[in-house]
Each structure stands twice: as structure tokens, then as C-alpha cells.
């Protein structure tokens, strides 16, 4: 402001020669149209100046008037709540880091204290409803609400509520329309604006009617257990409705709320013409006002307090019942389990605290006691127990011992009847020279293999393949191999031996049936004898070679059944031969003793 | 949501509750007329699709010798003014009343319903007089309680010049 030209009411003086004289003059015709003018900017520069000397004496009072207003009250706060938040809201979106840092010595804290109240909350409420739940008031409103219909939570309200906030309106002071409304939970009341209505009538009626002083105000009337509390501000009212007696905190918390709505929504309270939208917000600070304290220490409790034991003592005592008889029962179902199974004889069984303990006599071929109760779905945490060994001649064990004896299959069928067991399907060499081996089982003495097929062990098959596939080779019309076909003669005669010999070693039986036939050449009782005479021969090889007569059988097939070929040449060629069949059996029976 | 306080005024006996009282919601009594002096309704109505809620304070009548309470009109937005037409002191005073109330509230939106229209028999009004209402820049209808006659269109005149007014 220092470098702008001076302004000033007086007409500007001449300088000495009069060189100026004209811009005197123009100066004092500026003077006269543009004077006041002059004069108002003056005053805006004055005006500028005092400001900025006003900031500066502020920037010295500020923090003693904000103590001094902080004592008075809590506008301070509420005015300056808004700029904190937005600027709090501002500083995080651009360096949330920083404020992370400075809050972070409070957060630990703050958590655990949170965690604290909501345990202790939840213990309350764990009280509460064990002793509503379980104490003879509580039974006997259970009893009220099952009778009445009436929901149990309004039962307990009705009986130990000491006051209960139920509805928040707030009301335009003008016009009487709603501006915002609040209910309790499991409240409704959906005519909240005429009853708002009808509430500024009535403040009206009781004024016009008494013509109390300047802003008095209808405050409290009572209907019932109800109290309505309206606190009217300048711009509107603040009305609750309330159950029960209400403490000063409520009328408290009250004033404040309307302080808070007044302070908070001036503006649209002012501009308020019956749109509600702008004040939408004032919601939660209705929602604040409500609030329920029930009264859980009400007289009448003495007298029934060991009610209060002796109810979850009866509860466990039942409970501890039930679980007894359920695990009695159990112990029961398994006993007879262990009983029924085959093979397995209970002498004693007792229930103790540490688990079951169970002995009696097992037959090694029998089922464990663990597997029949696992079975059965009762096996306990702790089973104990001595089982001695015994046989028993319970069918199906016998039949499991002579399966486990001669290592059977699982696949191969046994069937017994009285002591007689018959052995079906397929039987393998090995199972066979053990029943040779080991004899009969407890409780067999005959074993029938009649309809049983004995299996070689795979290193055997593929020797009796081997045999099953040679064939002996013989010139047209010859009754004797040549060299060749000598030799390969005795090589067969080798590997029957050696089968032979295995076979018998698991006390099977081994049959060698040797076939002769011929070419078509020639009559049918030549070829006949033609081919006899091929099978003797072969079967004097092999005789020189050990092979024993008894198990080989001739079978000089001659022209029929001959074996096919691609051309007739060859067919002649291959049928001039002898081949071999092989049959492994047993004897049909087996008898205890023999 | 969007709310206006109507006020319904007219002298005793006009008809103003049995005019609207098979239109409006209402948990009140009439007896809140004699001891009150008013009964709060509710009417809901539709602006150009925006749903309005009128609060109508049904004003006990007056005699000739009483003023509206100042009190109930007090920051009413609209007014609907009930004469009886079968009775012409009930226009008479009509705009007396009138005046009485906006030098209160100000200029606020107001129709004028000459009920009892279905009583053509007794009808005293002229068209004089409605060309007097008019003239006056009011809106002026035919209503009747007995057919239902002008009450829906009273409603949706007045919920709209309310927000024309306001600028809604």
C-alpha cells in the first residue's frame, strides 16, 4: 500500500513557479468528480490494514479464547470437529504412512482395550442370560411370554426395565413437519409425521392456551409408563419419547443432541421447506438418543438365589445321567458283539473309568476283539483285556483255520458240512501239497477236491505249455523218427520228468497223454496201426529216459481229428506225429488218517 | 422426502372435514377439532413423479368473530380455504380471512373449494363470485364430500404450485 499514490480529501496545493497551476486545477476537478471515491478507497485501505493488525492480535489471543470458550462449553469442539475430520481425511489420503507412525504407540493399546470390553461385554451377557434363563424370574417369564404370546424379550423389558428410549423425533419448529425420526429395535411406528404434527399443534395449544414467557415450551407430559421429553431449539425441537423413569443423563444428552443438530445443520435447517434429503445425516445422531437399561439386579432375587444352583446342578446331574446310560448301553452292545463272534468267548468284562477291560478265549483263527468292535462302530478310547487261546469248532472258524492251514485263496469256495469239508474252484498246486503236508485242520476229517481244478505255479504252466506245443515228426509211412526228431523226442521227455517230479512233490497227479496220427494216404487200418506204432515208439523214448508207464496214456487218433493247416502239403507233413496232452489232478478225497 | 404443511380454514360447518377425511390417512379423532382445535392428516400425492407428502392441518372452524389461530398456520406452505356453497356468509368472509393469514404466513399458494356442490338446489354462490376468486389470482373448484367431486384435483393443484413455489 506504500507505493500507491496518495488519496486524501484536501484539493491538491500548486507548486512555486505555477508551472503546475494547470495540474492543480485537474487535480481539484478530480477532487470534485471522483471525491468520494477517493475517500471510499481510503477507507478500504484503512480497513485492509486494521485486518491484517486483527490477525495478528488474534494469532496472540486465539489459544487463551479457545481455553476460555473449552471451559465454557463444548461449541469450540463441535465448530472446529468438521475441519479436524476433513483435514485428518486429507492429511491420510496423502501420506498415510506418517499419521500409521504417529498413531501406531496407541494402537496396541486401543486393540487391547477393545478386546477387553468386548470379553467383559460378553460375560455380562453370558450372565444375563444364565440368569434369566435359568433363575425362577427367568422361568417364570419363559412361562409369561409361552402363555401370553408376547415375545420373551418384551416380557423381560416389562418387568426389569428401568427406562427405555423408544423414539427420537425431530421436528421443524416452523412448519411442525418431520425432519428426521428414530425408533427402537422391534418398534414401528409408521405415522410418525402426523403424530409430529399433532405434537407442535398440542406445544401450540398449551402455549396459546397459558401464554407462558418468551420461548417457554410445553417440556414433559406423561401418559401411562410413557413420558414425552420435547427440548426446543431456534430452529427445531427434539422430542423423545421414553418408558419408564428416565435419569438427567438422558435430558443431558438430549440438550446436547439439539445443540449438535443446530450447530451441524444450520444451514439447512434455515432453508428448510419440507425437503427432508439435506438433513438426512442427522440420522445416527437420533439413533444415539436411544438406549434401553434393563434392570438385571432387581429385588426378588434373594430369595431364590440357590435356584440359581441347584437348576444347572439338576441340568448337569441329568446330563451326566444320560451320558452314563448312553455308555452302559454301548458297553453292552459290544459285550454281545464280542459274544456273538465266532471263535471268541467272553469270561469277564467290567467298565472302568480308564476304558474297557475284556478277557475271555480266543481261537487263533478268530476275528481280533478290536476288528469286531471296530465292525460294529464300538470300539472305546481305551480297550484292555486278556484273551487265552483255545480251538473252537465253530464252523466258521474251522473253516478259517483250514483256509489260513493250506493258505488257500480267498477266492477259492469251502464249504462244511458236519466234518466234512469240500474244497471248490480253483485250487492251487502249492495249497494242495500243504494239505498233503499239514493234514487236516481241527474239526475236518474229510476233505472232497472232487470239483476243485488244480492250478500250476506259473513257472510250471509255462513247461506244460511248452511240452503241449512240441510235436514229434515222422516220415510218410515210417513207424520210427529219424535222429532228429529222436532228439527232440528226448528233450520232451526231459521237461515231462521234471514236471512230473514237481507235480508229485505237492502230491499231485500228472497224466501224459501221447497222440499219434498220420497222413490220409493210405488205408484206415494202416494208418490205424501206423499210428500205434508211432505212440509206442515215443513212449519208448521217454521210458528209456525214466518216465515213468503208470501216467502215460497212448492215444493213436490216426486220421481223425487232424490238426489243420495252410495247405495240404504242410497239413500231410504236420499230422505225420505224435504230440502230447498234460493233466494235473488229485485224488478226490482226503481223509483223517489215510 | 418431500413434505408441505396445508392448512385447511374455512368458517364452521363448511364441510372441510367430511370434504377429505375419505382421502386422507388419519389417526386422529374429529373430537381434536373441539378440544385442539386442529387435526393433523395425511394425503399422499404424486408431482410430476415425485411423491409428496401433505400434512394437512384441518383447522377448527370459525364463527366470524375469531381469527385463525396464527399459531397452526404458522409456516404453512398452501392453504385451502372450504366454503359452503349452500351458505354465502361463508364466502362473505372469505377473504378477510384470507388476508388475516397471509399477513402471517405471506403469499402462499391457496385454492378456494365451494363445497357442497351436489346441493344445486340450495347452491347461493354466483359465478360472480368464483370470477372474484380468480380474479384475485386464487384457484378456485367445485368440490363435493357426498361424490368426491374437485378433492383429488384440489390436492394435486395445490402439492404443485407449492413446489412451483419453493422451486422444487
Known sequence: MADEPATTSEPPKQDKGGRNGGGAEFAALRHLLVGPEQNRLEELATELRDRHVSAADLAEHLPEAIVLRGKRDRQIGRALAPTVETALRESIRRNPREIATAIFPILGPAIRKAIAETMAALVRSINSAVEHSLSARGIKWRIESWRTGVPYAQVVIKHALVYRVEQAFLIHAETGLLIAHATAPGLKSPDADLISGMLTAIQDFVRDSFRPGEGATLRTFSVGDHTVQVEAGPMALLALIIRGQAPEEVLRKQQDTLETIHLQFAAPLAEFSGDTAPLQTVHPLLEECLE??????????GEYLWMRWVIPLAIAAGALLVVLIRANTRFDRAVAALENEPGLVVMNARRGWLGWVITGLRDPAAREPQVVLAGAGLLPRALKGRWEPYMSLDSGVVVTRARQQ?????????????DTLTVSGDLPLSSLGMMRQRGLPPGVSDVIVSDSRVILPPHLDSIRLAIVDERVLFAPGAAEANLGERARARAVAIQVKLL????????????????????????????????????????AIFAALGVRPDFVRGEPLATSRPLSAADSAMQARINRSVSFDIDVSTRSRMTRGR | ?????????????????????????????????????????????????????????????????????????????????????????????????????????????????FNKADLTDEWQLTQADEDAVSARGLHVLRTSAKSGTGVEETFQWLADATLQKTGA
Not at chain 1, 499210428?531 to 515215443?538: F, I, K, N, S, Y
Not at chain 2, 360447518?13 to 378440544?35: D, E, M, N, W
Not at chain 2, 381469527?67 to 356453497?85: C, E, K, T
Request: glycine share 8%.
Open chain 1, 406 to 418: 493250506w493258505a488257500l485263496p480267498a477266492t477259492t469256495p469251502l464249504s462244511l458240512r458236519s
Open chain 2, 1 to 113: 422426502m418431500l413434505q408441505k404443511k396445508i392448512c385447511m380454514v374455512g368458517m364452521f360447518a363448511t364441510g372441510k372435514t367430511c370434504l377429505v377425511q375419505r382421502y386422507v390417512h388419519s389417526i386422529f379423532s374429529p373430537r381434536y377439532l373441539s378440544t385442539v382445535g386442529v387435526k393433523i392428516d395425511r394425503k399422499e400425492v404424486n408431482v410430476r413423479g415425485e411423491p409428496v407428502t401433505l400434512l394437512l392441518w384441518d383447522l377448527e372452524g370459525r364463527d366470524g368473530n375469531h381469527d385463525v389461530n396464527p399459531s397452526y398456520v404458522r409456516g404453512a406452505h398452501g392453504l385451502i380455504f372450504v366454503v359452503d356453497g349452500t351458505r354465502r356468509d361463508t364466502f362473505d368472509q372469505a377473504f378477510d380471512i384470507r388476508e388475516s393469514i397471509t399477513s402471517q404466513v405471506g403469499e402462499i399458494p391457496c385454492a378456494f373449494a
Open chain 1, 292 to 301: 434401553t437399561v434393563v434392570d438385571t439386579d432387581a429385588q426378588g432375587r
Open chain 1, 500 to 539: 512230473a517230479d514237481s507235480v508229485g512233490a505237492h502230491a499231485g497227479e500228472l497224466t501224459l497223454t501221447i497222440i499219434g496220427r498220420t497222413d490220409p494216404t493210405g488205408t484206415m487200418e494202416a494208418n490205424q496201426a501206423l499210428a500205434q506204432w508211432r505212440v509206442d515208439h515215443v513212449t
